[in-house]
């Protein structure tokens, strides 16, 4: 898309700023079209945030605005690459809790059925 700068350049450019809204559209859409569903608790926080800040990091390499970098990395990736690290470690103790409370019940089954 070619559009002026500040300075009156024209060159081609991204649309970072509607592709990031397009993302955010995206994820807000999956949000809201899975409210009826049933979720574990901090699951689909979890779930949600990482899609929304791994979208807006992918989008950090082709955004041209200056930011302060730090070895080489925006700061804004930075944190994005965080928070997507921290909703996985997030999503992973949920998922392995779901794990242990069910695999008790399901021992205790067996063991009284093999027993009775």
């Known amino acids: 898309m070619d559009a002026p700068d500040w300075y009156g350049l024209t ?15 995206l994820v807000f859409l999956a949000l809201w079209l899975t409210r009826k569903r049933v979720w ?7 779930l949600f945030s990482a899609a929304y800040s791994l979208g807006v ?6 955004r041209g605005d200056e930011v302060p970098a730090v070895g080489g990395w925006r700061i804004d990736q930075i944190l994005d690459a965080l928070l997507v690290g921290l909703a996985t470690v997030a999503l992973s103790r949920l998922w392995l809790r779901s794990r242990s409370t069910a695999a008790p019940s399901n021992v205790s089954a067996e063991t009284s059925a093999s027993q009775g």
Do not use: E, K, S
């Not at 574990?40 to 979890?46: L, M, P």
């Open 40 to 46: 574990r608790d901090g699951i689909r926080y979890w």
């Open 11 to 25: 060159n081609p450019r991204w649309p970072t700023q509607v592709m990031g809204a397009v993302w955010a559209l």
């Open 57 to 62: 990091f992918v989008l950090g390499f082709i």
